[in-house]
């Protein structure tokens, strides 16, 4: 099997080279140009799968999202001259990788998603929960760093980003005030001998000399506290206890797995109780040599935390009428641990397991399995930090089997998951003026008594946040106009689409989207000319949606129990659930 020959993450709004990695020697010229290949392909719109490299066009500018849109039009693996091109885009970046015909696309996908979140992770994310695009510029020799890490002679090495902090420190504040007061590591400085002599001739270069000095003292004061802390110059008086994480052994095996953060990692609601952490015991060297490769050797934390979050996206397809045609369930499981000792023993416990697929289950290497399959528990000695534990596809809800595994009887009716929103779509169509009218129309559909009326009458609402709605129009349109009671709207005529963003479903009024479209010529899309039989040019479109929901899962799966068997303190436990919509398609006939 082969690797990935060489990796390129570039800006999402100029599609400029931030950071290049070349895993096996560049063979010609063609490879050194396929990120101008790729914005070529990008701006042309094409997606026949096959391309030559070509300059990048000039003055290429587009905001992320509209590169992201562009890129889901184009094949997920792209044919070059002489290899195959993979593109996946994360926020604020796109990360580009060249591989062979013998090496698995998907392997190379799943890559490059956790490299994003790598990097994610060390450089900051941006609104969406991708990499920040600013970060990755001030901290592009990190990046060169993680690329180094996160695979060796062109195959996965280190994904899990607890095993990449723990030989890779993340930047810190001071690192960040070093930089500050060096101006960025820029000097204008002359070496002769073993003397290093400057000459600030301008008040730029003046300046310059006065950050780094600066920057010395700081560095100055911050090796003294460390030598203080270390025992070499006394003990201060007040140490707050930090989690200790010596030099790590990478173990033998490779894996495809790799941790994850949910979108709001920090804001977790105590469900399921706290408690005041003891006095730490002492770890002794053999309890640290036992420590799992995942881990770091005997961490100490001052309060025992372990956060559970559980990520469900959604897919489904709705007819015009708003029906249930078919849905899907993919979900993860996300544990945020930070608990004293080598190998602490964690356990966790589901509401109800029945509706997920065993053979889509894919486990993190701190699982063990056998518990899964037996007692259809959680056991692990979890990775220190945020990782994906598990991820899992569920049965169809209204089909024979996910029924039989819940004791009901077969049905014939189609149906699916709850959808927590509606999207009605009135379309109408004039073809002796060519001109067609779009009325979308989104709403909340409650599950239980949260939603509408439970807010006047006073319960805890869970509404819809985030909510999004992508409405087709044809491209060769003259004239486009399009408004909404609420949100934002957006025509891109490039991509032939209407972005609408609602963002929080308000309750005193329903959010609703009209626009009209006159086609250029006078034409149908079934070229009928002017006849007023022509059909209509969206009957074939659908409409995407998008949302986010928290505090609910649409499987109905939760958390019924936390517990760490073999450790003698106590922990500060807190589930929580998130739903989102994924592939949410309405079809407008």
Known sequence: MGGIDSVWVLDARSLE??????????????????????????????GNGSFSPSPSPAGFSYSPDQVASRARTLPPVVAMPSSYLSHFVSGGVVLLATHGGETNPLAVREWMRASADAIAEYVGRDATGGVDGNGVRDHFVM???LLEELAESGLPWRTDVAQLKSVLPPPTLGDKMLRALSGGGVA????????????????????AAAARGMANVAQGMFAKARARVSGGGGTPTHVPLQPTTPPFTPPPMRTMMSSGTPPVPNSHSPYMGNGSSPPQPSFGAAEADNAPPWRPRAPRYASNEVFVDIVEELDAELDSEGKCVRSSVIGELFVTSRLSGASPELVVRLSDTRVIDDTSVRFHPSVR???WTSERMLNLVPPDGTSKIMTYATRDPAGPASRAARGQKATSAVGGWHLPIYVKPVMSWDGTTATGKVSVMVGERPKHPQGQQGHQQGHAAKTCDRVSVRVPIPKKCERVEFNANVGTVTCDMTLGVVLWNIGKIPYDKAPCLNGLYTMAGGGGGGGGGGEASSPPPLSSGCIAASFSLHGETATGLCVESISVPNEMYKIFKAFKATLKGGRFHVRLA
């Open 188 to 207: 204008a400085t002359s070496t002769s001998g073993s003397t290093t002599t400057s000459s600030p001739a301008t008040p730029a270069a003046k300046a």
């Open 143 to 145: 990046v060169y760093l």
């Open 17 to 46: 080279t931030i950071a290049e990695k070349h895993y096996t020697p560049v063979r010609n010229n063609t490879q050194c140009g396929i990120p101008r290949a790729f914005a070529k392909l990008l701006q042309q719109g094409s």
């Open 369 to 371: 399995t056998a518990r």
